[in-house]
């Protein structure tokens, strides 16, 4: 009987997800309406009373908060574009056949993505110490006279944080840009070359229209992922000095397991990243679309 | 060579020495003393003994690699059932309504984990499971991401497969396990890589819910010897190094599968 069969596909097919679902609902669905209803709590520690809209007046008179949502923007707005672009020129090259060494070349760029953040952090740190191996190299090729202020100057320690996320990511993102680039059938840049067409145009009229399924992905994640930026800052710079490096996921942290913890107030600054990453999203995806008519 | 693959060649190639350097420099920096690391001392020295016998002073180091292997290894047998199970039903078992639920998955895929934090620790305080295991691994298992990488990747499960184990009176269950597992295990060792590397390499969350140091995993105990203003950087070398040295060999090993495993979810 058709209907049966039918009956018993649904209730397989339910038994199937519902593990991940109940798992789902529990960890990620209860958790984030729970922080919606907390960021509207006020008080310390596990005595949370109804505090209404008092949280969200306390971010606009909070130097601290604004410092982080500034960091953590500028981070974003920075470090995000440097990292895809030389990705993509990375993949550009590294796409060319005839480019030699270029599996070689592949796996050393790759290589960063396989250290955990925590460990690469402790190293970078040692390495930018203020009389440390990279100062010694800038001095070296008299880039700098007295070397970089790397951990002490606030300009100068967002520079560092940049820099290790860019190194960290980079490959990371070179890797997905090869795939698609791989997906395109060559025989198009073969006509492209007969017909005369220049190497850059070759690459922003054909490649870059293709790619741009792949380019909107790796600009997502990259974008969630620098919102929630911890590990680097919190391990490299302490959010240092003066707070230049304090990021909104610090910042969180800080409150609710630093001192007095102010779980209430922290989910608020919690959901200024829902907000944030939701916002981004939807323009990126509104940018893609645009630009593909 | 032209001008132009002159450019080229720089350009990638110093990248790729900017890329590598670090791993040489943790690697020399093992072997010299901290106010040598500090220094910038280049060198390879003669305090690769000292650093290590300080490092296992300071870090229960056959203790919290046991840690690490009980949550990584725990935990991703957990995510990949859990993911292997729901990617496999909602691609075998079309209904809309699944599919509704589906794509509200998918917008779960951009929640970002500092707003889960909070409720996750006080849900963990709760039920009294601070400082344990499972309090790591469980809001861990269930993963958007896996299910949608699962979802994706069955799409290439030939359903004549299914077809023919139904008719041999093979129940839906024995299928999954029997037929699916067997016919996906690059899938399932892709998959392993990626969810066992983010497992191992987690900090934040771990941070927030374990307490003492007997309960640490590798990657947090490295991070809190580093962590102080005036750190042994000797020490620490040695620590960075033990905390990569397992997923470097992993991806040595499984260089083309890693790679593979990580752009299966955007195919």
């Known amino acids: 009987m058709a209907s049966g069969v039918a009956r018993r596909e649904g209730i397989a097919g339910w038994g199937f997800v519902m593990p991940a679902l109940v798992l789902l609902g529990v960890f990620m669905i209860y958790p984030i309406l729970s922080s919606l209803w907390m960021s509207f709590q006020v008080g310390k520690g596990m005595n949370l009373q109804f505090g209404g809209f008092r949280n969200i007046a306390r971010l606009a008179g909070d130097a601290v908060f604004l410092k982080a949502l500034a960091n953590t923007l500028l981070f974003l707005v920075i470090q995000v574009p440097i990292m895809l672009v030389t990705g993509l020129v ?103 070359r007969i017909d005369g067409v220049p190497v850059w145009a070759r690459f922003s009229r054909l490649t870059l229209p293709m790619m741009k399924p792949v380019i909107l992905f790796t600009t997502v994640i990259s974008t969630i992922g620098t919102l929630q930026l911890f590990d680097e800052p919190n391990l490299l710079t302490r959010g240092g000095p003066s707070d230049a490096t304090l990021t909104l996921s610090m910042y969180i942290y800080k409150l609710s397991f630093q001192f007095m913890p102010s779980f209430g107030y922290a989910a608020t600054v919690s959901y200024v990243i829902v907000l944030l990453v939701g916002l981004l999203t939807v323009v990126q995806f509104f940018f893609a679309r645009d630009r593909l008519k | 060579m032209k001008p132009v693959s002159i450019l080229r060649h720089g350009f990638v190639g110093l990248v790729a020495v900017w890329s590598v350097f670090p791993f040489v420099w943790m690697a020399v920096a093992a072997t010299n003393s901290s106010a040598d690391v500090i220094k910038g001392r280049t060198l390879p020295g003669g305090y690769l003994i000292e650093n290590i016998q300080a490092f296992m002073t300071a870090v229960d180091l056959p203790r919290v690699l046991w840690n690490s292997a009980i949550i990584s290894g725990v935990g991703t047998v957990l995510t990949l059932t859990v993911s292997a199970l729901a990617g496999y039903g909602f691609e ?176």
Not at chain 2, 236 to 245: D, N, P, R
Request: glycine share 4%; charged share 15%; net charge positive.
């Open chain 1, 90 to 192: 990375l993949a550009a090259i590294l796409n060319d056949q005839t480019f030699r060494g270029r599996t070689v070349y592949r796996a050393m760029i790759f290589l960063p993505c396989v250290t955990s953040l925590a460990a690469y952090s402790v190293v970078f740190k040692a390495m930018f110490t203020a009389d440390g191996v990279i100062n010694h190299v800038l001095m070296a090729l008299h880039l700098s006279d007295t070397g970089v202020p790397w951990m002490t100057d606030p300009f100068w320690a967002r520079v560092l944080v940049i820099i290790a996320i860019t190194w960290r990511w980079t490959g990371y993102n070179m890797v997905f840009y090869l795939a698609a680039m791989q997906n395109i059938d060559r025989s198009i840049y073969e006509a492209a």
């Open chain 2, 92 to 267: 075998m078992f079309r209904s809309r309504f699944r599919e509704r639920v589906f794509a509200g998955l998918m917008l779960m895929l951009s929640i970002p984990f500092a707003a889960l934090m909070i409720p996750l620790f006080v849900m963990m305080a709760k039920a009294k499971l601070i400082n344990s295991y499972s309090a790591v691994i469980l809001p861990m298992v269930a993963s958007v991401f896996v299910i949608f990488y699962f979802r994706q990747a069955t799409k290439a499960f030939p359903r004549e497969l299914r077809d023919a184990a139904k008719i041999d009176g093979l129940s839906e269950w024995q299928i999954f396990a029997f037929v699916y597992v067997p016919v996906m295990r690059s899938t399932f060792a892709a998959a392993t890589i990626i969810v066992f590397m983010a497992n191992w390499n987690n900090y934040l969350w771990p941070l927030v819910v374990l307490q003492t140091n007997d309960k640490f995993t590798l990657t947090l105990a490295v991070a809190s010897v580093g962590i102080g203003y005036t750190p042994d950087y000797g020490l620490i070398m040695v620590g960075a190094i033990a905390a990569t040295l397992p997923t470097l060999l992993i991806f040595f090993l499984l260089q083309r599968r890693f790679v593979e495993g990580m752009l299966g979810a955007v195919k």
